[in-house]
């Protein structure tokens, strides 16, 4: 090929060469990865290829036409759009031009802007966070991926003071939204095992901005500039089969136009420092296949979308009928006073045996399959390593017939902030963020045992077609199939709510995921859900709560600093012994008031447990705690 030709090649190809950079800035990058690089000598390496496949007259017209992407090829990010997604968000918040700046110049650009030595880029994920960071704001729009809003479905009580808006004053201020994004502020940035890790970024005036970390759709952080080109290649090999089968196709024997004009996307969502990747479903059905997670079956993991608001998953191919038989037989031998099988109980602390949870339950810590399972769901969930003190032990439930736990939240509500430990995810604090569901038997249709979201509808019924409670309670009365359950009581109302609401039936080696949190921390009260009583047979489940930080008992776990302060003020002693401010509370109706003949006991405004005439009430509490009882009518009687 001569001169003038290459000339046109060059021309033609404008992606392939990239952007040409001084002597001196591409001296100063001569020792990052190549692949992001895109250097003179590769340049060379293009052209003599481009010799090759110009040559002679065996190449057809469409393999011209194919030129183009060929050399594309040798670059990962040439001609590739950027997608940023805030943490849990399908729609994307901010895009990119290829043809305004690349890929590949953004990512020099902030090696040098950052002014991070070469050598280092490939030795932490962290220098990583601030790369990619750096290289968004280049890429997007000032304005683009700034803090999350307020979404619809928030109520009204809440939306004035949901997450930042609690401390506007926190706000970053910079030329850069994605900043603003990625850099929660004091208030609202949890401190996790790896705070002291990260590096800030520098924006324009000097500020220091914490960067954010950056996932894939499903879920793999990004460590390292070369899994980050794998995965943009990945992306454009996708686009270039999406293009030949459309381009081959024809239509009445008029070949379809082409389609080189598909530009291919890397889609990549952006977390806040502090916070953790949540799954971003955009409708009912959708599948996020899951490769990096590995199973004992070798079978392929995935997650399914059952539900939108609350986000609940399908995991499937997630356990196997051996792992199910292994939990429930340790479950089963377990002699430890704590960790064997007994009446469930309820609450953050002590043991709590509550009337409106009759199941019962053992935990597993540390078992070999338990710690399979363990680290399998933090992999699942979007975590690079795995944290034990992110994870509660595997919980193992055993369901029998009439058993059953009254709709409750699984994230940790601790009104006025009165425990040592901080609940408040939504500021510095950590609770319950995911609860993935294990179930280890089969139960048919009518057999009861699901797990019921009392907040959504089922998926399969047509709006005009949906019941309420009170004519599926009718209905159940009228059929006379639950006449062993007693008229009135909570668990007939269950039934009503599993037979109109959003329901999932166990089956053996079936999961599901859901999330008790949104992406900034804030309580999703929508995840509200329950145990159907069993109606006939025996359910057997297991759930793992995975915390959003350290949970409560672990160093670096958040507390409340006033209530740790008090406590130690006040030596608190119980036994001749300095107590943390736990106590023991016994709560008995002895009938003689006939106001409280049928009234119900309540922690805060939180149901606890039927308190009628006659009934013997035993829970662990706090100082500072408060218990009321409560008549038919929502009315307060007695406040402790």
């Known amino acids: 090929m001569n001169l003038c030709s290459r000339v046109l090649t060059v021309a033609a190809l404008p992606y392939i060469l990239g952007i040409v950079f001084s002597s001196k800035f591409l001296s100063s990058l001569s020792n990052i990865d190549d692949e992001f690089v895109f250097e003179g ?7 003599d290829d481009a010799d090759e496949l110009l040559q002679g007259d065996s190449t057809s017209n469409n393999e011209k036409n194919n030129i183009a992407a060929a050399y594309m090829e040798r670059h990962p990010y040439e001609g590739v759009s950027l997608f940023i997604h805030r943490n849990g968000e399908a729609e994307a918040c901010g895009t990119s031009s290829p043809s305004i700046m690349g890929i590949s110049e953004a990512l020099k650009l902030a090696v040098i802007d950052s002014h991070i030595n070469p050598l280092d880029v490939s030795k932490s994920k962290y220098i990583v966070d601030i790369i990619l960071t750096k290289a968004s704001s280049y890429l997007l729009n000032s304005s683009e991926c700034g803090p ?23 706000v970053k201020t910079s030329t850069r939204s994605i900043f603003q994004f990625c850099d929660m502020g004091v208030h609202h940035t949890p401190i996790l095992p790896d705070h002291d890790t990260i590096s800030p970024v520098t924006d324009t005036d000097g500020t220091y901005i914490l960067p954010c970390h950056f996932h894939t759709r499903e879920g793999v952080r990004i460590n390292s500039l070369t899994q980050l080109a794998q995965i943009s290649q990945e992306a454009k090999e996708k686009s270039r089969a999406h293009i030949d089968e459309k381009c081959s196709s024809e239509e009445n024997g008029v070949p379809a136009p082409t389609c080189a004009s598909i530009t291919p996307e890397l889609h990549l969502y952006a977390v806040p420092a502090g916070r953790v990747f949540m799954f971003a479903p955009s409708y009912v059905g959708e599948v996020f296949e899951l490769p990096h997670v590995s199973v004992s079956s070798g079978m392929p993991v995935s997650l399914k979308v059952i539900s939108l608001s609350p986000k609940v998953f399908d995991l499937i ?14 479950a089963i031998a377990e002699t430890s006073d704590t960790h064997k099988m007994k009446r469930s109980s309820t609450g953050a602390t002590g043991y709590n045996v509550n009337n409106h949870r009759t199941s019962e339950n053992g935990f597993d810590t540390h078992g070999a399959t338990a710690m399979k399972i363990k680290k399998r769901c933090m992999k699942a969930l979007g975590f690079d390593e795995y944290i034990e003190s992110f994870t509660d032990g595997l919980q193992v439930l055993r369901y029998n017939k009439t058993t059953a736990y009254i709709p409750h939240m699984d994230w940790i509500d601790d009104p ?37 979201f009392k907040k959504a509808w089922p998926i399969d019924v047509p709006v005009n077609q949906r019941k309420g409670t009170d004519i599926a309670l009718r209905e159940i009365r009228e059929s006379g199939e639950l006449e062993f359950l007693r008229e009135g009581s909570w668990e007939e109302k269950m039934v009503a709510d599993c037979k109109t609401r959003l329901a999932i039936r166990p089956s053996s080696a079936h999961a599901v995921l859901f999330y008790s949190q949104h992406p900034n921390g804030e309580e999703d009260e929508s995840s509200l859900h329950g145990g159907c009583p069993v109606l006939s047979g025996e359910k057997w489940a297991a759930n793992l709560w995975v915390w959003n930080g350290p949970r409560p008992g672990y160093d670096g ?32 109706n002895t009938g003689n008031n006939p106001d409280f003949s049928n009234v119900s006991l309540y922690y805060e405004d939180k149901l606890w447990a039927d308190f009628s005439t006659g009934q013997h009430l035993s829970v662990n509490t706090y100082v500072g705690h408060r218990w009321k009882v409560k008549n038919e009518n929502g009315k307060t009687l007695k406040i402790w």
């Open 148 to 170: 999350e809003g307020v979404p619809d479905s928030i109520p009204k009580r809440k939306r004035r003071s949901w997450g930042r808006n609690r401390h506007k004053q926190e």
């Open 416 to 452: 006025g902030n009165r425990q040592e430990h901080n609940y408040d995810s939504a500021g510095v604090g950590t609770n319950r963020f995911a609860t993935v569901l294990l179930y280890m038997s089969d139960l048919g249709e009518g057999d009861g045992g699901e797990t019921v």
């Open 557 to 588: 776990a958040p507390v409340n600093e006033h209530v740790v302060d008090k406590n130690i003020k006040k030596k608190i002693k119980i036994n001749d012994q300095v107590h943390s401010g736990a106590v023991s509370a016994i709560f008995l």
């Open 317 to 330: 191919n997630f356990f196997d009928k051996n792992e199910s038989s292994d939990i429930v037989q340790k």
């Open 41 to 47: 000598s590769v340049a060379s390496a293009v052209l």
